[in-house]
Antibody, heavy 121, light 108 residues
Framework: QVQLVQSGAEVKKPGASVKVSCKAS????????MHWVRQAPGQGLEWMGIINPSGGSTSYAQKFQGRVTMTRDTSTSTVYMELSSLRSEDTAVYYC??????????????WGQGTMVTVSS | SYVLTQPPSVSVAPGQTARITCGGNNIGSKSVHWYQQKPGQAPVLVVY???DRPSGIPERFSGSNSGNTATLTISRVEAGDEADYYCQVWDSSSDLRVFGGGTKLTVL
């Protein structure tokens, strides 16, 4: 079945970087855009950016420009999200999410289980 | 940037109809998607492109979109529908995906 499996929880110090992985299975990895969305404790959903697993092109929310890097490895059907210069406000659950039917502007139909990233000194 | 406005909470008795609104400037010209999120779980898509349902989502979930308001309607509400609901659009002018602030649905 189609699924996205993310890496485990992380605890980082302020100023450090974190890299979260999202391994896809059950479908053609390069045919569907992938997004990253985060959710701070008790807060709503916040879109971070999108990656095209086929060519690797990306588009990031302005808020994260310069701090976020999304990459992919087609040999393992895995996308990665690296966030640098971490601060306490980055403490959140980070989700990868696949688009429905491959469309660039489409809804997110399959979500990873989430990865908790805690930033604390 | 484009802003989506949802009521923080909606309450409804079991068996009744819940309506959750999502306001945005000329939102009727955009495709609106709705997600359900239960505590400790990832979001689940319940309505996409204003009014379509993914496979496995009950017909009790429906959507509409016109003018400045999109609406998620849940008919014959059940206790299991209690969750947070988020609307989402693609703002083509900025190439951003935007979420509403979320609405907590309480089943009385």
């Amino acid at each position: 079945q189609v699924q996205l499996v993310q890496s485990g929880a992380e605890v980082k110090k302020p100023g450090a970087s974190v890299k979260v992985s999202c391994k896809a299975s059950g479908y053609t990895f390069t045919s569907y855009y992938m997004h990253w969305v985060r959710q701070a404790p008790g807060q709503g959903l916040e879109w971070m950016g999108i990656i095209n697993p086929s060519g690797g092109s990306t588009s990031y929310a302005q808020k994260f420009q310069g701090r976020v890097t999304m990459t992919r490895d087609t040999s393992t059907s895995t996308v990665y999200m690296e966030l640098s210069s971490l601060r306490s406000e980055d403490t959140a659950v980070y989700y990868c999410a696949r688009v429905l039917q491959g469309g660039y502007a489409a809804a997110f139909d399959i979500w990873g289980q989430g990865t908790m990233v805690t930033v604390s000194s | 940037s484009y802003v989506l406005t949802q009521p923080p909470s909606v309450s409804v008795a079991p068996g009744q109809t819940a309506r959750i609104t999502c306001g945005g400037n000329n939102i009727g010209s955009k495709s609106v998607h709705w997600y359900q999120q239960k505590p400790g779980q990832a979001p689940v898509l319940v309505v996409y492109d204003d009014s379509d349902r993914p496979s496995g989502i009950p017909e009790r979930f429906s959507g509409s979109n016109s003018g400045n308001t999109a609406t998620l309607t849940i008919s014959r509400v059940e206790a299991g529908d209690e969750a947070d609901y988020y609307c989402q659009v693609w703002d083509s002018s900025s190439d951003l995906r935007v979420f509403g602030g979320g609405t907590k649905l309480t089943v009385l």
